[in-house]
């Protein structure tokens, strides 16, 4: 698997449409018994969110994607999902499919007035975050949070582990599965963090950080244990679509064979 070599400076690589993709998920979702949530609906914004699960789950996950729009993996490895249908029954699984569909539109990081909406969980300064974090609020505590995401400059597949609790690991077995369909970080330094077989445990504390990223503000309120997926984006994308699904599907699995408590 070789790169592309069109990521110059910023992504350069394919779009999506993603109302289009939000449609089909959507559909999917509604047709495979998720019910279907939203989190602002404004005469200029659509944030959606579904939710699955028993009534008494043996564990509840979040997963949510899309809050860069130059990072078209996430949403499309929802699709997919959603298209195979595999979920554990035993999970309870709340799902935002795309935090930031302006970004999209525009292909790029950031929303249309230039802010990141994955540095604004601390000083909540956009609607879209705001109503995301109410949403929150309203959910259950989760057993795990799963971000999915794509680096431009990266080499391979990484991820973040946020672990607080030192609860047992699930990023060695991540990355085994996925380096089966996906590249995967060989770099010792990304982001200015240690990196380890594509495996970042930055240490933070977010009462010393003055930007959340998403992942902070769920492992400060929500979870004791975060998965930030990572995908190459300078690769073809159903190669990180499937280095996306796959790293989802694996914890998906060691969290319905884990026996432990992880909830805050």
């Known amino acids: ?29 509604l047709k495979t018994g998720w019910r279907a949530e939203c989190i602002l ?38 699709l997919q999902l959603m298209r195979e249908n595999s979920w554990p029954e035993d999970i309870e699984i709340r799902l ?67 672990n607080p609790s030192s609860l047992p690991s699930l990023a060695e077995t991540v990355i085994r599965r996925v380096a089966e369909v996906c590249p995967i970080e060989h770099a010792q330094l990304v982001d200015n963090w240690p990196c380890q077989g594509g495996i970042i445990r930055p240490k933070v504390n977010p009462k010393e950080r003055p930007q959340w990223a998403e992942a902070i503000y769920l492992i400060s309120h929500k979870t004791r244990q975060s998965y930030t997926l990572e995908a190459p984006s300078d690769y073809p994308l159903s190669i990180r679509v499937a280095g996306l699904v796959a790293g989802v599907r694996t914890l998906l699995e060691l969290l319905l064979s884990a026996h432990r408590q992880v909830r805050p």
């Not at 698997?1 to 959507?26: C, D, F, V």
């Not at 929303?111 to 259950?140: C, K, M």
């Open 1 to 29: 698997m070789e790169r592309l070599g069109k990521n110059i400076g910023r992504y350069g690589g394919e779009t999506i449409a993603i109302e289009r993709r939000l449609k089909e998920i959507q559909a999917e979702a």
């Open 41 to 78: 609906d404004s005469e200029t914004i659509r944030l959606p969110a579904c939710h699955r699960g028993p009534a008494v789950p043996r564990k509840r996950l979040y997963l949510s994607s899309g809050i860069h729009g130059d990072e078209p993996a996430g949403p499309m490895a929802i």
């Open 96 to 162: 935002c499919p795309c935090l930031n569909p302006a970004g999209f539109a525009l292909n790029r990081r950031e929303n249309a007035d230039g802010i990141d909406f994955n540095r604004d969980y601390r000083q909540l300064s956009t609607n879209e975050i705001r109503a995301h974090v109410t949403w929150l609020q309203q959910q259950p505590n989760f057993d795990l949070a799963v971000v999915l995401h794509e680096d431009w400059e990266a080499n391979g597949f990484y991820l973040y582990e946020l």
